[in-house]
Each structure stands twice: as structure tokens, then as C-alpha cells.
């Protein structure tokens, strides 16, 4: 790891857009990032280490994603932002698209993948991303580019990656009924 990888100071409201203001804060402000993204790995592969592929169907109304699909969000959501946090910390200059999140999960056919495969592939894109960030320096870190319309830096993007999966773990006990392991 390099140094200042895993002491990200939280970054300022001036590195990321308004609307991920409510993924930031979901963020621990005394632990290092890094561990967070790692215990998120391994509470999210405890979770879903126990559905089975009917009970990953479940969905708390209709209209609303299954568990797999919850899942495929997350996987693709972290794959954007990673993707974002590469291009900034490359110092790309060009703006980056958005992306409709419904859009995604309706064409990405998550729920006819089996559980096992889906989990398997969240641990692998949540290993990737924790390489990523553990790889770059404070200079990295601090460089922005602009994603969405809005500007970010790539340490912000760490912080939103966490705070977004901090989200869909209290959505998944809260909502879908997910019961909370000690």
C-alpha cells in the first residue's frame, strides 16, 4: 500500500456532487477506508453466503429489485465509480457520462444468474477496487474529474463507493428482511 491510501482525510463537499452527500456521511469517520471496504466484503459474503437462489428472488414490494438484483447494482456501481476513480487518478480530462441505475439492472438479467455466481463476482470487483485505491498516491488521490456533470475527486470516489454499499446493506436488513449477523 502506499503511502496515504488508507488515510484518506473524509473528503470536502467541493469533491463530489450533492446527491452523494448521504453516501459519504454512512461513512465512519475514525476508521481507515480501506478497512471499511474490506469489512464490507466480508459482511456483504456473509450475507450472501446464506440466501439461496428463492430467497435472493425476494423482492419487499412489487416494482422493487430482488435481492440479485441489489446485488448486480452494487457489483456495477462499483465497477463506474471504480472505473471514474481510475480515469481522475490518470488525470483524464474529459467528462464522464452518468448512468441510469434502472437502466442497468433491467438489462442486467441479474436475476437469472445463479446467487453463488453473483456473490462471487461482488467479492472479486470489491478485491479489485481495494487494490485500486491501495495502489495510489496522495497526489492521485487528490486529482478530479468530472463525472455526471459534477466535478469529484478520486479519494471522494472511495468514500462514495463505501457509503453506497453502507446504503444497500441497511436497505437489504431493513427492507428486505436480511437478518444482521453479530
Do not use: N
Not at 500500500?1 to 465512519?28: C, I, N, W
Not at 471499511?36 to 456473509?46: A, H, K, S
Not at 486529482?143 to 475527486?153: E, L, N, Q, T
Amino acid at each position: 500500500m502506499r503511502q496515504g491510501a488508507d488515510d484518506l482525510a473524509r473528503p470536502l463537499e467541493d469533491e463530489y456532487a450533492p446527491y452523494y452527500a448521504t453516501y459519504v456521511e454512512k461513512v465512519s469517520g475514525t476508521s481507515p477506508i480501506l478497512s471499511i471496504l474490506t469489512d464490507q466484503q466480508r459482511e456483504l459474503q456473509r450475507i450472501l453466503s446464506r440466501l439461496d437462489d428463492e430467497e435472493a428472488g425476494f423482492r419487499y414490494a412489487p416494482g422493487k429489485w430482488s435481492i440479485k438484483q441489489v446485488v448486480g447494482h452494487l457489483v456495477d456501481t462499483e465497477r463506474v465509480f471504480a472505473y471514474r476513480a481510475v480515469c481522475f487518478a490518470r488525470g483524464e480530462a474529459q467528462a464522464l457520462p452518468g448512468m441510469d441505475q434502472d437502466d442497468y439492472v433491467a438489462d442486467g438479467e441479474f436475476d437469472g444468474r445463479p446467487m453463488k455466481e453473483l456473490a462471487g463476482e461482488c467479492e472479486i470487483v470489491r478485491q479489485s477496487t481495494i487494490a485500486l485505491f491501495s495502489g495510489l498516491s496522495e497526489r492521485q488521490l487528490e486529482r478530479r474529474g468530472v463525472a455526471s456533470g459534477y466535478p469529484f475527486s478520486t479519494r471522494a470516489l472511495a468514500f462514495v463507493i463505501a457509503g453506497h454499499e453502507r446504503h444497500h446493506l441497511d436497505v437489504l436488513y431493513e427492507r428486505y428482511g436480511v437478518e444482521r449477523l453479530s
